[in-house]
């Protein structure tokens, strides 16, 4: 009670003397703190973001004289030396001025007018190139029916958490420092063991080069072998995330027709637009689902070379293929095809375990090697090293076995709804091989408004037309259904959901 007097008595004797602005700061700092209690802030750091938020919002104007330390401190129930360290980050900042008579809101507009910085922006504060590609829907989600979204709950967790608790027992102090540019080499072996053994690539382990996902595998690709302004191709329709790659590399982007036999070059496209990227996804066309024929992908490889272009291969879900073996990657398909050949974690194991890999002509390995030694230094060596043990002891090979059996059972019930419930609204393309297979829309209403609506519902079906190569360019009128993680036993009932939606909007 007493120490409530002579606060009470301090604050007045100050109110009095200085003729303060008589704002509730105590009220001013209550709601402040209650906005903000998810975030683990210091007092002095909350008191120092409460004025500086009331500044900039105008609620303390220019000029407005803030109470002595002491007096605010005794407001507010806080150690001066707290006040103190708010007041003076602020002056630091330029909020503020502080001279023998006190603290004042600093002229910040006026200030700003000063150094030609415009009070307000009027246009967005981003670059042209990334607003050129439109968001899809719920890339991230776990909702029915997101494409390239594993059975994460299928994971074997348990054994994943013991193999990296070995792997931080082993761990030395030199293993906390950057690691080798290329990733930890027993990982680097392991994949090239792999490869060769389940896809047909050839590589030693030199031509292995850890990443962190496809999405920096294609950052790298163009980076290193490609210059701005320079032709890249790409399918029509295409993957969305590829496109973005090209694009903040400042890639001239140029789209190639996707048939039944996968990408369609033309002897025109070769003469007139002369590519130095190629980006195809051969095994299971992304979105489409189509494989490029044999005859197709010899072809490209001869032309390539002709012409002093790079393929990329993206084998981004080859694993899971459901009507026959694995198809072989095209990498293999000639002795130095020249041919980034690009793999991913995220779809066999989990998505947030970020890791990646590139497989590199060997005329190549010593440019690239370079590159990351100067631009990309690894680390997280712990995943990398329970990554490796998982593929050498052969559960890897486990995991992908259940996963297939899980994927084609789900593949059968996404495929046999489809047909009882929307069997006239579409037909069912690329469901052979991967996580995701495609309906191509029968009537014109547009598959965006089809999107729209059943994202409404918790459903995601992203729009075909979303995935143009080139904007403006037809891409089709369709949907990506992803069924990985979908439980069989509710595929029927979301599946229906889906198919009112599509049967409403026509």
Same mark, same amino acid.
């Given at each position: 009670?007493t120490?409530?007097?002579?606060?009470?008595r301090?604050?007045?004797?100050?109110?009095?003397k200085?003729?303060?602005?008589m704002?509730?700061?105590?009220?001013l700092?209550?709601?402040?703190?209650?906005?903000?209690?998810?975030?683990?802030w210091?007092?002095?750091?909350?008191?120092?973001e409460?004025?500086?938020?009331?500044?900039?919002?105008?609620?303390l104007?220019?000029?407005?004289?803030?109470?002595a330390?002491?007096?605010?401190?005794a407001?507010?129930t806080?150690?001066?030396?707290?006040?103190?360290?708010?007041?003076?980050?602020?002056?630091?900042?330029g909020?503020?001025?502080?001279d023998?008579?006190?603290?004042?809101?600093?002229?910040?507009?006026l200030?700003r007018?000063?150094?030609?910085?415009?009070?307000?922006?009027t246009t967005?504060l981003?670059?042209?190139?990334?607003?050129?590609?439109a968001p899809?829907?719920?890339?991230?989600?776990m909702?029915?029916?997101?494409?390239?979204v594993?059975?994460?709950d299928?994971?074997?967790?348990?054994?994943?958490?013991?193999?990296?608790a070995r792997?931080?027992?082993?761990?030395?102090?030199?293993?906390?420092n950057?690691?080798?540019s290329?990733g930890e080499?027993?990982?680097?072996?392991?994949?090239a063991?792999?490869?060769?053994?389940?896809?047909?690539?050839?590589?030693?382990?030199?031509?292995v080069?850890?990443?962190d996902?496809?999405?920096?595998?294609?950052?790298?690709?163009?980076q290193?072998f490609?210059?701005?302004?320079?032709?890249?191709?790409?399918?029509? !329709?295409?993957?969305h995330? @590829?496109?973005?790659?090209?694009?903040?590399?400042q890639?001239?982007? +140029? #789209?190639?027709? %996707? *048939? &039944?036999d996968g990408?369609?070059?033309a002897?025109?496209?070769?003469?007139d637009?002369?590519?130095?990227l190629?980006?195809?996804?051969?095994s299971?066309?992304?979105?489409?689902?189509?494989?490029?024929?044999?005859?197709r992908?010899m072809?490209?490889i001869e032309?390539?070379?002709?012409?002093?272009?790079?393929?990329?291969?993206?084998d981004?879900?080859s694993?899971?293929?459901?009507?026959?073996?694995?198809?072989?990657a095209?990498?293999?398909l000639?002795?130095?095809?020249p041919?980034?050949?690009?793999?991913?974690?995220?779809?066999?194991?989990?998505?947030?375990?970020r890791?990646?890999?590139m497989?590199? !002509?060997?005329n190549?390995? @010593?440019?690239?090697?370079d590159f990351?030694?100067?631009?990309?230094? +690894? #680390?997280?060596? %712990? *995943? &990398?090293?329970?990554?490796a043990?998982?593929i050498?002891n052969?559960?890897?090979?486990?995991?992908?076995?259940r996963?297939?059996?899980?994927?084609?059972?789900?593949?059968?019930a996404m495929?046999?709804?489809?047909?009882?419930?929307?069997g006239?609204?579409?037909?069912?393309?690329?469901?052979?091989?991967?996580m995701?297979l495609?309906?191509?829309?029968t009537?014109?209403?547009?598959?965006?408004l089809i999107?729209?609506?059943?994202?409404e519902l918790?459903?995601?079906?992203q729009?075909?037309?979303a995935?143009?190569?080139?904007s403006?360019k037809a891409a089709?009128n369709?949907?990506?259904?992803?069924?990985?993680q979908?439980?069989?036993a509710?595929?029927?009932?979301?599946?229906?959901?889906?198919?009112?939606?599509?049967?409403?909007a026509d």
């Amino acid at each position: 009670m007493t120490g409530s007097l002579e606060r009470s008595r301090i604050i007045n004797y100050f109110r009095a003397k200085n003729k303060l602005c008589m704002m509730d700061y105590a009220l001013l700092f209550e709601h402040f703190s209650d906005e903000h209690k998810r975030l683990a802030w210091s007092r002095q750091r909350l008191l120092h973001e409460c004025l500086r938020t009331a500044i900039r919002s105008g609620k303390l104007a220019a000029g407005t004289r803030l109470p002595a330390s002491r007096l605010l401190a005794a407001e507010l129930t806080l150690a001066r030396n707290t006040v103190l360290y708010a007041y003076e980050q602020l002056a630091t900042e330029g909020y503020v001025d502080a001279d023998k008579r006190g603290t004042v809101v600093a002229q910040v507009e006026l200030k700003r007018a000063k150094t030609g910085a415009p009070v307000v922006a009027t246009t967005p504060l981003l670059s042209q190139r990334s607003r050129i590609n439109a968001p899809l829907l719920d890339t991230t989600s776990m909702h029915a029916f997101a494409p390239g979204v594993p059975a994460l709950d299928a994971f074997p967790l348990g054994p994943w958490r013991h193999l990296q608790a070995r792997a931080w027992r082993r761990m030395g102090a030199q293993q906390l420092n950057y690691g080798e540019s290329a990733g930890e080499l027993p990982l680097r072996a392991a994949i090239a063991d792999y490869l060769r053994v389940s896809r047909g690539v050839l590589c030693d382990v030199e031509q292995v080069f850890i990443t962190d996902g496809t999405q920096a595998s294609l950052g790298i690709c163009t980076q290193v072998f490609a210059d701005a302004g320079q032709q890249v191709w790409m399918e029509n !329709p295409g993957y969305h995330g @590829a496109r973005t790659a090209f694009t903040a590399a400042q890639l001239r982007i +140029r #789209g190639i027709h %996707v *048939d &039944q036999d996968g990408i369609a070059t033309a002897a025109s496209d070769w003469q007139d637009y002369p590519p130095r990227l190629i980006y195809v996804t051969p095994s299971h066309q992304y979105p489409l689902g189509h494989v490029l024929s044999l005859v197709r992908r010899m072809t490209l490889i001869e032309q390539a070379r002709a012409c002093g272009a790079l393929i990329i291969e993206d084998d981004y879900d080859s694993e899971f293929r459901h009507d026959g073996p694995p198809l072989p990657a095209m990498q293999g398909l000639a002795a130095d095809a020249p041919v980034l050949y690009l793999g991913t974690f995220s779809k066999t194991m989990f998505p947030a375990l970020r890791i990646g890999f590139m497989v590199v !002509p060997r005329n190549l390995v @010593a440019a690239l090697h370079d590159f990351l030694e100067r631009a990309a230094p +690894r #680390g997280r060596a %712990v *995943d &990398q090293l329970a990554l490796a043990e998982f593929i050498r002891n052969g559960q890897f090979a486990s995991h992908l076995r259940r996963m297939r059996r899980l994927y084609r059972q789900r593949r059968d019930a996404m495929v046999a709804a489809l047909e009882r419930h929307a069997g006239s609204a579409g037909q069912i393309q690329g469901a052979s091989t991967g996580m995701h297979l495609s309906l191509a829309l029968t009537s014109e209403v547009p598959d965006s408004l089809i999107s729209t609506r059943a994202h409404e519902l918790g459903i995601v079906a992203q729009a075909l037309s979303a995935h143009a190569a080139e904007s403006g360019k037809a891409a089709g009128n369709g949907l990506i259904l992803g069924y990985a993680q979908v439980d069989a036993a509710l595929m029927d009932e979301r599946i229906r959901q889906l198919a009112k939606v599509i049967l409403l909007a026509d």
